[in-house]
């Protein structure tokens, strides 16, 4: 079992940045790909991006490829989400994942609770 707890959201100006973390406890973070996807008003979740184990390689959707930056601290079991130049279409519930290292970049087992991203025009 892994615990994932996200926060760093909030109401921004689009144009604007923000930084999500997600903590994660109980079995070996280290060990786990993680994943950050988002859930506007009335749409599906949607993956956003995603970050093997050891950082290695990372993937996006291409919708904030050059804006958003996925990272982790393996020593401090906390995923990252640097989200740059914000628009109003980024406004939803980010929500942080983790999924086995040997399953797909959208395949994942277990979910945080999610924080609310807003972004003003």
């Known amino acids: 079992q892994v615990q994932l707890v996200e926060s760093g959201g909030g109401l921004v100006q689009a144009g604007g940045s923000l930084r999500l973390s997600c903590a994660a406890s109980?079995?070996?973070?280290?060990?786990?790909?993680m994943g950050w996807f988002r859930q506007a008003p009335g749409k599906e979740r949607d993956f956003v991006a995603a970050?093997?184990?050891?950082?290695?390689?990372?993937y996006y959707a291409d919708s904030v490829k050059g804006r958003f930056t996925i990272s982790r601290d393996n020593v401090k079991n906390t995923l990252y989400l640097q989200m740059n130049s914000l628009e109003s279409v980024d406004t939803a519930v980010y929500y942080c994942?983790?999924?086995?290292?040997?399953?797909?970049?959208?395949?994942?087992?277990?979910w945080g609770q999610g924080t609310q991203v807003t972004v003003s025009s």
């Open positions: 970050i093997k184990w050891n950082s290695y390689s990372t």
């Open positions: 994942a983790a999924g086995s290292a040997y399953s797909s970049w959208t395949q994942y087992d277990y």
């Open positions: 109980g079995r070996t973070f280290s060990s786990y790909k």
